[in-house]
Nanobody
Framework: QVQLVESGGGLVQAGGSLRLSCAAS????????MGWFRQAPGKSRDFLAV????????HYHDSVMGRFSISRDNAKSTVYLQMNSLKPDDTAVYYC???????????????WGQGTQVTVSS
């Protein structure tokens, strides 16, 4: 089992920034990659970014390329999502998840955090 806990969400004005954290514990050696997803009310859960824990290689959805940045601190077993130039459309619950392989597909992610709410006001 891998336990994931997100933090760092909150209310921010449009144009502002937030940094989300995802702390992992348990059998973290089972995680090859960590991803960030988000789900707005009434919508599906969407992929945002993924990072390979060993190499730091990253991949982003086009919608957040250049605004969001995923990083990791393996010593702290923590993955981050730096979000800049936030827009009201970024309002959603943000989730981190772990996968045994590099993937953009939600079905490949085995363990999920509880989510953290991000609200961007106009």
């Amino acid at each position: 089992q891998v336990q994931l806990v997100e933090s760092g969400g909150g209310l921010v004005q449009a144009g502002g920034s937030l940094r989300l954290s995802c702390a992992a514990s348990g059998r973290t050696f089972r995680s090859f990659a960590m991803g960030w997803f988000r789900q707005a009310p009434g919508k599906s859960r969407d992929f945002l970014a993924v990072i390979i824990l060993s190499t730091g290689s990253t991949h982003y959805h086009d919608s957040v390329m250049g605004r969001f940045s995923i990083s990791r601190d393996n010593a702290k077993s923590t993955v981050y999502l730096q979000m800049n130039s936030l827009k009201p459309d970024d309002t959603a619950v943000y989730y981190c998840a772990s996968a045994p392989k590099f993937s953009r597909s939600i079905q490949d992610y085995q363990y999920w955090g509880q989510g953290t709410q991000v609200t961007v006001s106009s």
